[in-house]
């Protein structure tokens, strides 16, 4: 009897491990946050309002436009109440329109992704700018190095400034140390390899401020990572510490800010930035609540611009401090609303990381929203669009996504998604 040939193993679409092919949706997502990262450049206004309209236009061909959640429309809200007693209202009704466009693309394509493909796109919009302001400072000196006496020679790269270059790449350090730390991503060491080269490239900007609030909060965001890990009952009490100990420094951080230079290795007027703030704080005082008008501020339309810089015999595109300049362009009550979108992020995730089983994919939004307050202290921060970017990403991640025990990034996870009309999927729903 004849021994039949044995048969070979059939290969099925669960054999094979592949790759997911990365969403439509997601290259969007990287080519807004890098073009907005890579602002203030020649018609960056226009380019980003343009990027975010065309984003938005996707959304709503793919999917659903959703409403942000409700503190982000407070805030761009009162952006557009300001208009009305603006000192340059074309300036202001420019911005609110970025502002708003941008927010509502932002929210709706987090929103049309999981979390991976988000985090993903967000690390290749870093690559870009990473790889493209190392080959400006190679190929292109002249363009890519400071020009001016002070720092001549660090890196500027795709950037119109060192300073806005060390604040993009400080933020891309955060996100790689978060990838490689985290078990929910594949190929750690690769993303481990590309925190080396954000903090090389961070390292040639010599920007001391970038260097030290980059690598205080990735030591919070690794921090964190291992907290996750611990019993529930010591999560707690490290997170009243770390919550103590927050409160003090910033309590003392407003009361003098000699501590801070010497920590920076500067002299006591952090480089001339309080000279800057005492110039703006007459300005601030005669309107407290209100401001002169969301992004009227600093143009060269502006009387109250021009006046300081005459004073001070040169230009400076912002304060230097986000919560000076929020109080002079949106007061405090834009203030209060922006910071209340910060509370938000750090609740929402700060509850998801210390109670339950610890969700590891809180852990980034809680990073750099800290980062971003700390940040504010001495340059813009979370007043220039990438970094009110950046926030408006960490809430919906919180909001599109509930919290799980994060171990395992490709496994099941609990989803808000639900059918749409054509098959179409979305997510719906605010932090839990």
């Not at 040939?5 to 997601?26: D, G, I, W």
């Not at 952006?79 to 329109?97: D, F, Q």
């Not at 990735?218 to 019993?231: D, H, N, P, S």
């Amino acid at each position: 009897m004849t021994r039949p040939f044995p048969q070979r193993e059939r290969l099925t679409p669960h054999s094979v491990r592949l790759a997911p092919a990365t969403p439509l949706a997601a290259h969007v997502l990287t080519v807004l946050v890098a073009v907005t990262a890579a602002a203030p450049f020649r018609m960056s206004g226009p380019v980003i309002f343009a990027l975010s309209s065309l984003s938005l236009f996707y959304v709503a061909l793919s999917g659903r436009v959703t409403l942000p959640h409700w503190t982000i429309v407070a805030f761009v809200g009162w952006c557009a109440v300001t208009v009305s007693w603006s000192i340059v209202p074309a300036e202001s009704i420019n911005g609110v329109l970025i502002l708003a466009v941008s927010s509502l693309a932002l929210w709706c394509l987090v929103h049309q992704l999981d979390r991976e493909a988000v985090y993903r796109a967000l690390a290749t919009a870093v690559k870009v700018l990473l790889v493209g302001s190392l080959l400006v400072y190679i190929l292109f000196p002249v363009s890519g190095r400071e020009q001016t006496a002070d720092h001549f020679g660090a890196l500027r790269g795709l950037f119109i400034q060192r300073n806005s270059a060390a604040f993009v790449l400080a933020a891309g350090l955060l996100l790689f140390v978060y990838l490689a730390a985290s078990p929910s991503f594949r190929h750690r060491k690769r993303w481990a390899a590309w925190a080396l080269f954000a903090l090389a490239m961070l390292l040639a900007t010599e920007s001391s401020t970038g260097l030290a609030v980059g690598v205080v909060s990735c030591a919070v965001l690794l921090f964190l990572v291992r907290l996750r890990t611990w019993a529930r009952s010591v999560r707690q009490l490290f997170a009243v510490l770390l919550l103590s100990v927050t409160a003090v420094a910033v309590v003392g951080t407003l009361q003098d800010l000699a501590w801070v230079s010497r920590l920076l290795g500067r002299d006591t007027t952090l480089t001339g930035r309080t000279f800057i703030w005492s110039l703006l704080e007459p300005y601030i005082r005669a309107e407290p609540w209100t401001g002169y008008g969301w992004a009227a501020v600093w143009t060269p339309e502006s009387l109250m611009a021009r006046a300081m810089w005459g004073v001070a015999r040169f230009r400076f595109p912002h304060a230097h401090n986000a919560y000076l300049d929020a109080l002079a362009q949106v007061g405090a009550a834009g203030l209060v609303l922006l910071l209340l979108v910060c509370v938000t992020i750090l609740a929402v995730a700060g509850r998801r990381v210390v109670t339950g089983t610890g969700d590891v994919w809180a852990v980034w939004p809680f990073a750099v929203t800290f980062f971003l307050l700390l940040y504010g202290i001495s340059e813009n921060s979370f007043m220039s669009y990438f970094g009110w970017d950046l926030l408006v990403i960490a809430l919906a991640l919180l909001a599109a996504h509930g919290a799980t025990s994060g171990d395992d990034g490709h496994g099941a996870e609990p989803s808000t998604a639900r059918p749409a009309a054509g098959g179409t999927t979305v997510r719906s729903g605010g932090p839990r």
